[in-house]
């Protein structure tokens, strides 16, 4: 296993716990945080299914 797709398992991994910690460790302090913040404050779900998005793109 590569060491890319070891760091994306485990953005994956820490997204299903805590969307916005995977988000900014992913792009940094920046807009993609703040929304994903305000998309899991909102429910959870947006949240996660963003975050993902951000990880795997």
Aim: net charge neutral; charged share 5%; proline share 7%.
């Amino acid at each position: 296993m590569s060491e890319l797709s070891t760091n994306k398992l485990l953005l994956v991994i820490i997204a299903i716990l805590i969307p916005p910690l995977a988000v900014g460790l992913k792009e940094g302090i920046g807009f993609p945080l703040i929304l994903n913040i305000i998309l899991t404050l909102l429910f959870y779900l947006p949240g996660l299914l963003h975050a993902l998005y951000v990880i795997l793109t």
